[in-house]
T-cell receptor
């Protein structure tokens, strides 16, 4: 079974600085998707960024980028120029590409605090 | 941008009562999911639904739970006889192309069982 591990329960970063959230996963599959979801205090789950495993190029969305290391099964999220609105719980997630309706598996999350 | 909508936002019920949590997925989506998040803990998969039947369910999704798509728009989660440990945030999600597209989540229903 696939697992997703986020080893940092909480992190803090100064506003305007850069922070990296770690994620590792375990799978025997070669084709899959990886995600970072943000959950602000409102509890809504918001997709931040997505990476297809077959793509070597790291995904980027504005201030958010990933470092995808397939061999190491690592998928970290870098937030540049941190803003107060980035304060949230961040979940790393895995989705197999084997079946069309495969579920997403979430890690336990990292709570990110932004210090003004 | 189309959204997944969930109602109610907060439901309080007594232990042993039945509850129905409602979701309206994005209109052209075909794959539907329920997840739950006990306060402060990870988001856990409950069930996936496609083509009017359950595709997969987790061990959490026991006989007390059921899902239904009663019409072309709603997707419901029923808990037959609620327990204290069912208190959690329940999220509905949908996608249109299966694994090729991301899951879109609703804002969740907070269920409190007293």
């Amino acid at each position: 079974a696939q697992t997703v591990t986020q080893s940092q329960p909480e992190m803090s970063v100064q506003e305007a600085e850069t922070v990296t959230l770690s994620c590792t996963y375990d799978t025997s599959e070669s084709d899959y998707y990886l995600f970072w979801y943000k959950q602000p205090p409102s509890r809504q789950m918001i997709l931040v960024i997505r990476q297809e495993a077959y793509k070597q190029q790291n995904a980027t969305e504005n201030r958010f980028s990933v470092n995808f290391q397939k061999a190491a099964k690592s998928f970290s999220l870098k937030i540049s120029d941190s803003q107060l609105g980035d304060a949230a719980m961040y979940f790393c997630a895995y989705r197999s590409a084997m079946n069309r309706d495969d579920k997403i598996i979430f890690g336990k999350g990292t709570r990110l605090h932004i210090l003004p | 941008e189309p959204e997944v909508t969930q109602t109610p936002s907060h439901q309080v019920t007594q232990m042993g009562q039945e509850v129905i949590l409602r979701c309206v997925p994005i209109s052209n989506h075909l794959y539907f999911y329920w997840y739950r998040q006990i306060l402060g803990q990870k988001v856990e998969f409950l069930v996936s639904f496609y083509n009017n039947e359950i595709s997969e369910k987790s061990e959490i999704f026991d006989d007390q739970f059921s899902v239904e798509r009663p019409d072309g728009s709603n997707f419901t989660l029923k808990i037959r006889s609620t327990k204290l440990e069912d208190s959690a945030m329940y999220f509905c999600a949908s996608s249109n192309l299966g694994v090729a597209s991301p899951l879109h989540f609703g804002n969740g229903t907070r269920l409190t069982v007293t």
